[in-house]
T-cell receptor
Framework: GAGVSQSPSNKVTEKGKDVELRCDPI?????LYWYRQRLGQGLEFLIY????????KSGLPSDRFSAERTGESVSTLTIQRTQQEDSAVYLC???????????FGAGTRLSVL | AQSVTQLDSQVPVFEEAPVELRCNYS??????LFWYVQYPNQGLQLLLK??????LVKGINGFEAEFNKSQTSFHLRKPSVHISDTAEYFC????????????FGPGTSLSVIP
């Protein structure tokens, strides 16, 4: 597609369940970012992938959160044993190497009951 | 480390009135500066950017911003707002030496009142 695609757009889960969120970046974009946006809040950096380099995981809030990316393609963000505080919109963005203009997906709205 | 401050969390303004959304940053080295807009239930999209050169930058939808190095500011302005400008606006900064890391401000919610 032409833009960054995220799925699902909405996810409702029960506390303690695992969830997997998917991001399809723009073709050719080497960098991929995950952010968390709680209701009425700004963007909280989670993790960053750049090509085949080791990812920057400095923003992951706990070891329940993990993410993978195969090459320069799809990325998945996994949250294990979800908690109610994990409820938020999870945004994915991709960019080309160089000046960092990020292109965002519409996000996945996660609700943990 | 760099940081971004957006002093106004909410800005209500009447339609066709001018608006200024404030952004200040802290950094000891040169930076790139951005404004992003987020419409309800959508992801963010780039409104404008400052990389170098002219300090007055024009973006989409009639917005412009001015980079002021001495005041470390990058305020966003529009001379006449429209209802469709109602959205969340985020200022962001990245270091020229480490452009991969972008720091976003907390956002300003602009509400245009008819």
């Amino acid at each position: 597609g032409a833009g960054v695609s995220q799925s699902p757009s909405n996810k409702v889960t029960e506390k303690g369940k695992d969830v997997e969120l998917r991001c399809d970046p723009i073709s050719g974009h080497t960098a991929l970012y995950w952010y968390r946006q709680r209701l009425g809040q700004g963007l909280e950096f989670l993790i960053y992938f750049q090509g085949n380099s080791a990812p920057d995981k400095s923003g992951l809030p706990s070891d329940r959160f993990s993410a993978e990316r195969t090459g320069e393609s799809v990325s998945t963000l996994t949250i294990q044993r979800t908690q109610q505080e994990d409820s938020a919109v999870y945004l994915c963005a991709s960019s080309l190497t160089g000046v960092n203009i990020q292109y965002f997906g519409a996000g996945t709205r996660l609700s943990v009951l | 480390a760099q940081s971004v401050t957006q002093l106004d969390s909410q800005v209500p303004v009447f339609e066709e009135a001018p608006v200024e959304l404030r952004c200040n940053y802290s950094s000891s080295v040169s930076v790139y500066l951005f404004w992003y807009v987020q419409y309800p239930n959508q992801g963010l999209q780039l409104l404008l950017k400052y990389l170098s050169g002219s300090t007055l930058v024009k973006g989409i939808n009639g917005f412009e911003a001015e980079f002021n190095k001495s005041q470390t500011s990058f305020h966003l302005r529009k001379p006449s707002v429209h209802i469709s400008d109602t959205a969340e606006y985020f200022c962001a900064v990245s270091l020229k030496t480490s452009y991969d890391k972008v720091i976003f401000g907390p956002g300003t919610s602009l509400s245009v009142i008819p």
